[in-house]
């Protein structure tokens, strides 16, 4: 059973930096494609960042240009680098990964992300 391990959060001002951890138990070359997600209180889960295999990366308009994801198929890890943070960015932030093109089939538990004003 792959399991995934988020770490990183934390509380930070409005304009500085956060990097967030993804540790996987397994290969994350077996992955089809790793991904950041996050959910504010009463909102919908949306995603954040996504690398398919190949190298293709996806952002959500919300955080393009200052987040950055990447994946270490060495140390099986997928890193969230967030630059710039806004209120509006304050989340628990998730950990995905699936094996296909159909929904994400494994989930980290979560790490929150509080950015004060």
């Known amino acids: 059973q792959v399991q995934l391990v988020e770490s990183g959060g934390g509380l930070v001002q409005a304009g500085g930096s956060l990097r967030l951890s993804c540790a996987a138990s397994g290969s994350t070359r077996s992955f089809y494609a790793m991904a950041w997600y996050r959910q504010a209180p009463g909102k919908q889960r949306e995603l954040v960042a996504a690398e398919i295999i190949g190298g293709t990366i996806s952002y959500a308009d919300s955080v393009k240009g200052r987040f950055t994801i990447s994946r270490d198929n060495v140390k099986n890890t997928v890193t969230l680098q967030m630059n710039s943070l806004k209120p509006e960015d304050t989340a628990v932030y998730y950990c995905?990964?699936?094996?296909?093109?159909?929904?994400?089939?494994?989930w980290g538990q979560g790490t929150q992300v509080t950015v004060s004003a």
């Open positions: 995905a990964a699936k094996r296909s093109f159909m929904n994400y089939d494994y």
